[in-house]
């Protein structure tokens, strides 16, 4: 046993550190014995009495056919898991790349209303100098309007 575990077991024994941490360190410590052959059937009877008392009610022994199953069914659970993640995932990056684009869009056409406001006396003279640009604009407008809208 490592000095750890001798002091602690002296310290129990002689009642200056009475926890039911350090009775349920020595418990494991007499199981560890039991199965290297230094305990006694009666240590062992005594530490299964103390585990049924601790997890009466909260610990269901499984077989190991239900066990497997369990464990198959959590396996599942964690593929659906990570695929709604991955799923989210893609979707949050998506939206993000939209919400870009419908920036990109309303910066677009914030400069298409200045261009407008300052051209308006050439378009509507239709100088044929600022056809090109007037067309531009025009053709902005119908592309890009359903995005913003």
Do not use: C, H, W
Request: proline share 2%; net charge negative.
């Amino acid at each position: 046993m490592s000095d750890f575990l001798d002091n602690l077991k002296k310290a129990a024994d002689t009642g200056e550190f009475n926890s039911e941490a350090a009775k349920k360190i020595l418990d494991i410590n007499t199981l560890a014995d039991v199965k290297l052959g230094k305990g006694s059937v009666k240590d062992i009877e005594r530490l299964s009495e103390s585990v049924d008392k601790e997890f009466k009610g909260k610990a269901i022994p499984v077989t190991e056919e239900e066990a497997l199953e369990l464990n198959s069914d959590y396996e599942k659970k964690m593929e659906e898991f990570k695929k709604q993640d991955f799923i989210n995932s893609q979707l949050a990056i998506l939206i993000d790349i939209e919400d870009m684009v419908k920036a990109s869009v309303g910066d677009m056409f914030s400069f298409v209303d200045e261009l407008e406001s300052k051209f308006e006396k050439e378009f509507e003279e239709e100088n044929p100098i600022y056809s090109e640009l007037f067309l531009k604009i025009e053709k902005i407008k119908l592309n890009f309007k359903p995005i913003i809208n």
